[in-house]
């Protein structure tokens, strides 16, 4: 886990190697993807010692695993839209149909951290 937030941290760094004023969105576009790999990192890892230590017996009454169902959804069920965004919006595809993809993620994505916040107390 370390090892990965280094890895992002160091990545994250060196993309404003590339930062130049007329091509920002590079540069932000290449710290997107250092942010969606260390998510996804955490998220497997999270997992992978959740089921290997087995110390939770009932996961709907822990309140970590709505945080990371929610996270998870959000980027899995948007991820195609974001990458295909440019293509949809290029051949008149009706993007604002698509976008509601988005919201109805945003809206499971904030529904689950509520329940997770609801479940700490």
């Known amino acids: 886990m370390i ?6 941290i160091i990545f994250y760094a060196s993309s404003f190697i590339f930062w130049r004023e007329e091509s920002s969105l590079n540069t932000l576009g290449i710290n997107h993807i250092a942010l969606f790999v260390l998510v996804l990192v955490g998220l497997l890892i999270w997992t992978q010692r959740l089921f290997r230590d087995a110390v ?3 996961l709907w009454t822990y309140s970590d695993f709505y ?6 959804f959000y980027y899995f069920a948007t991820l195609f839209l974001f990458l295909f965004s440019r293509y949809i919006y290029a051949h008149h595809l009706g993007f604002s149909n698509y976008w ?5 993620a945003a809206l499971i994505l904030r529904s ?3 329940l997770g916040v609801w479940k700490i107390r």
Not at 3 to 8: C, L, Q, R, S
Not at 67 to 72: D, K, L, N, S
Not at 100 to 104: A, H, S, T, Y
């Open 100 to 104: 509601v993809l988005n919201i109805v």
């Open 56 to 58: 939770v017996r009932d």
């Open 67 to 72: 945080f990371v169902a929610g996270i998870a």
């Open 3 to 8: 090892g990965a937030v280094i890895a992002a």
């Open 112 to 114: 689950t951290l509520t």
